[in-house]
């Protein structure tokens, strides 16, 4: 059973920065492509950047440049620090772990805004 837990969102000034966490139970995190997404109200939601288990990473277009993803399997995390936000990054962000299947956190809320 594979459960995950994202942490780090909060209320941020345009221009701050944030770093997301997502913790992984399990024993099959270091074999499998995690990745984050957002849903923002009213809207799809939308990839925002992957990380393979050898660490190639991908990301929307739109976070290109400010926003990083990372991992530690030592740890079972997955991370993604985001500067320079903007107030069209305000979503509840999700963190997906891949592995013959999907399995998703509850999600935790970005919001920026001054």
């Known amino acids: 059973q594979v459960q995950l837990v994202e942490s780090g969102g909060g209320l941020v000034q345009p221009g701050g920065s944030l770093r997301l966490s997502c913790a992984a139970s399990g024993s099959i995190f270091s074999v499998s492509t995690m990745g984050w997404y957002r849903q923002a109200p009213g809207k799809p939601r939308e990839l925002v950047a992957t990380?393979?288990?050898?660490?190639?990473?991908n990301y929307a277009d739109s976070v290109k440049g400010r926003f990083t993803v990372s991992r530690d399997n030592a740890k079972n995390t997955v991370y993604l620090q985001m500067n320079s936000l903007k107030p069209d990054d305000t979503a509840v962000y999700y963190c997906?772990?891949?592995?013959?299947?999907?399995?998703w956190g509850q999600g935790t809320q970005v919001t920026v805004s001054s």
């Open positions: 997906k772990l891949f592995r013959f299947r999907d399995y």
């Open positions: 990380i393979s288990t050898g660490g190639n990473t």
